[in-house]
């Protein structure tokens, strides 16, 4: 297992992260405890959570994913064992993630302020049993801004919480040893360099990451993001390796199996946009000329970018989560590489 940095933290994360948000929906405490189990024996150490996991949210499961893991923590006493990441939801209407009181003070909504922040913190350390969190991050921002996969710019609402405060308000946590890190997720260009510059100048705690969707369909981080991320020193955690599903080849042709997350949920637009069904099916007919799955070409392909930090791989059964980390055996080669390219440049970012 390849060990790299996360940020400029020197903390040392595996660059493979067990996600966990199927835990208290699509799967028991007892699978998650399984996931976790056999996640640490092939020597992963980092694992990533939300305080509105399980998905897809709802009132009634929200916390249960960290909760199954804080019983796990307790039960095995591994704490010590792992860099655990959560997050604190950003500007949504969900005030349930919350408590709806609190929420209510800040317009009906969930928000960024110091208050919601302390809150979150306090609410995800309990479920966690724990008394530390390794990665702190904003799962999305204050700011309303187009994210899980919305394709164009308007003039959206431009009142926010300074990142100043923010920081400030995360900073806080640092200090007392709640936080040791904070990172950001679902995150632009501007959010990542505004969040460094206000560190930069007050003196506030630097985020040391990104969590975005990347994937073979999805490479949107190039454009702007790689570049700030590379020079600036904030690793990339790549969620949604395999398109929520799409590009293990499991949908093909229209195919919608028994228990899969399309069939339960249908929410997976994002991968059915024009053009995702030919730069998909692009991509499962070159991991069969390669002679490899179509899971070991997604998930070989996110873990050899030069800027990534960790692939979050998710799993709702054994069989797959020995499938996805057995995945990363593949030796990649220029040839993939080439084919790979060659496929983005004609069907560009179809998921983004
Ligand atoms: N920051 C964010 O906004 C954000 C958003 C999304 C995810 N995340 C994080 O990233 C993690 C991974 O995201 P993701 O679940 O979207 O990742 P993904 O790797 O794109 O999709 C995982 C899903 O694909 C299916 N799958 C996985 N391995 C498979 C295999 N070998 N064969 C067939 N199907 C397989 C499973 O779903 P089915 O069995 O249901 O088909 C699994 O739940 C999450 O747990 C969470 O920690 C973060």
Known sequence: MITRELGRTGIKITDICLGTMTWGEQNTEAEGHAQMD???????????????????????????????????????????????????AGRSPMTWVRGADEARLDGGLTRLTRKQIDDAVHGSLTRLQTDYID????????????AFGFHTWRDYPQDF???????????????????????????????????IRASETKGLPRIASIQNAYNLANRVF?????????REG???????????????????????????????????????????????AGYLDAAAEFGLTPTQLALKFCQT???????????????????????????????????????????????P
């Open 234 to 280: 904030v690793s990339l955690l790549a969620y949604s390796p395999l398109g929520q599903g799409y590009l293990t080849g499991k949908y093909r042709n229209g195919a919608l199996p028994q228990g899969s997350r399309k069939q339960l949920f249908n929410r997976l637009q994002r991968y059915e946009r024009p053009g995702a069904d030919a730069a998909i």
């Open 38 to 88: 056999y996640a640490l024996e092939r020597g992963i150490n980092f694992f990533d959570t939300a305080e509105m996991y399980a998905v897809p949210p709802r009132p009634e499961t929200q916390g249960s994913t960290e909760r199954i893991i804080g019983t796990w923590f307790k039960a095995r006493g591994s704490r010590d064992k792992v860099v655990l990441a959560t997050k604190v």
């Open 305 to 351: 970018r030069e800027f990534m930090g960790s692939v979050i791989i998710g799993a709702t059964s054994m069989a797959q989560l020995k499938e996805d980390l057995d995945a990363f055996d593949l030796v990649w080669t220029d040839a993939m590489e080439e084919r790979v390219n060659g496929l983005h440049v004609a069907h560009p970012n179809p998921c």
């Open 161 to 195: 919480v300074p990142f100043e405060e923010i920081l400030d308000a995360l900073g806080r946590h640092v200090e007392k040893g709640t936080i040791r890190a904070i990172g950001v997720s679902n995150e632009s260009p501007w959010g990542v360099m505004s969040f």
């Open 135 to 146: 990665l702190y991050q904003l799962h999305w921002p204050d700011r309303a801004i187009p």
């Open 222 to 230: 190039e454009y702007g993001l790689a570049e700030c991320c590379m």
